[in-house]
């Protein structure tokens, strides 16, 4: 078990490029599947629905990087000349007691940067190229992602039949059970996630406009990102929403920002998990813990990010294929074998 689990892990890393879409496709088909549903429900084909699913999904998207890209032109002369005070501000703070760094010897350092900077020129020409490869390779996951979500939320049940056709019939009872527990699993990890995000978003927002720091919708969108990658992915975006707002509007409205991270923190990890994702994921917190830091050691950032789900699924589904259901007298009423 423990070779093929080696193994498997380094198939799926030299195929990064194929299983990362594929992952990515599957939690944003859980995402997207109740309003397919709902969709159907009201009449149209299965087709149809499918279409506008995607469509309405690609038109979110579209609407809020360009609703980004508009307040970031829009904010960038108030940040640039916010950011520009506070930097005369820290001179000439540094040029006073203890420190004493008259603009000379700044301006100094400066020169010792820009010298560094071109004597490894070739680090960061080489830098840039890894820059692009990484961009060209996220293009064509993104494109990858959008092909096979959209099959998925069309045939995924009969991709899924497909696979498990060849199965002996109780192995395939067990194997439908397994893959409807799982499935529900997801859908409602993603779901709770999303409004765990979403409460996220609207706190950090009404904190950060209360402060009047720029690139509100920026670092609004940044955090309701980040709330899908546990733990560290809120980390940095409030470091760097922390980093703007010093820079900004002076070390007491970073330190109230910060205040109401760790305040916001407190709720979630109290109140907003236990309530809203606990009662779907019903892992203990240790467990928790042992799945991100497997997870990310194993395959970084990804590995975070489909950590918990991961283990959600394998929980949910690890019953019915031990065959813990098959003397349940109401567990397969519902799908004939």
Not at 51 to 66: H, K, M, P, S
Not at 93 to 101: A, I, Q, T, V, W
Not at 150 to 169: E, Q, T
Request: charge should be positive; include cysteine.
């Amino acid at each position: 078990m423990a070779a093929v689990v080696y193994l498997a892990f380094k198939v799926a890393d030299a195929l990064r490029l194929v299983v990362l879409p594929l992952i990515a496709a599957l939690l944003l088909s859980a995402l997207l599947q109740p309003l397919k549903a709902v969709l159907q429900r009201i009449g149209l084909p299965a087709l149809a629905a499918t279409w506008c699913t995607l469509l309405a999904t690609i038109a979110v998207l579209a609407g809020a990087g360009t609703l980004v890209a508009n307040r970031v032109q829009a904010d960038y002369p108030q940040l640039a000349s916010e950011v520009r005070r506070t930097v005369h501000e820290v001179q000439a703070y540094l040029s006073g007691p203890p420190f004493r760094l008259r603009g000379i010897r700044l301006d100094q350092l400066s020169s010792k940067l820009l010298d560094y900077l071109a004597q490894h020129k070739s680090v960061v020409a080489g830098t840039v190229v890894t820059g692009g490869r990484y961009f060209i390779e996220v293009l064509t996951g993104v494109i990858l992602t959008a092909f096979i979500t959209f099959f998925l939320l069309k045939d995924g049940r009969k991709i899924w039949s497909w696979m498990i056709s060849s199965l002996h019939p109780s192995a395939h009872r067990r194997a439908v059970q397994a893959g409807d527990a799982a499935w529900q699993a997801l859908i409602g990890y993603i779901r709770g996630t999303t409004v765990v995000a979403a409460i996220h978003a609207i706190f950090i927002g009404l904190a950060l406009w209360l402060l009047g720091v720029p690139l509100l919708v920026p670092l609004v969108v940044l955090v309701f990102i980040a709330a899908y990658i546990p733990l560290v992915g809120i980390l940095v975006v409030g470091a760097l929403a922390i980093l703007i707002t010093l820079a900004t509007k002076g070390w007491v409205a970073a330190v109230i920002l910060l205040a109401v991270f760790l305040a916001e923190n407190q709720i979630e990890s109290h109140l907003l998990q236990p309530l809203v994702v606990g009662r779907i994921v019903r892992l203990h917190p240790l467990a928790i813990i042992v799945v991100l830091a497997v997870g990310g050691i194993v395959a970084g950032i990804p590995g975070a990010i489909v950590a918990v789900p991961s283990a959600a699924v394998i929980s949910y589904a690890w019953p019915y294929l031990r065959g813990d259901h098959d003397h349940d007298p109401g567990a397969d009423l519902t799908r004939p074998p």
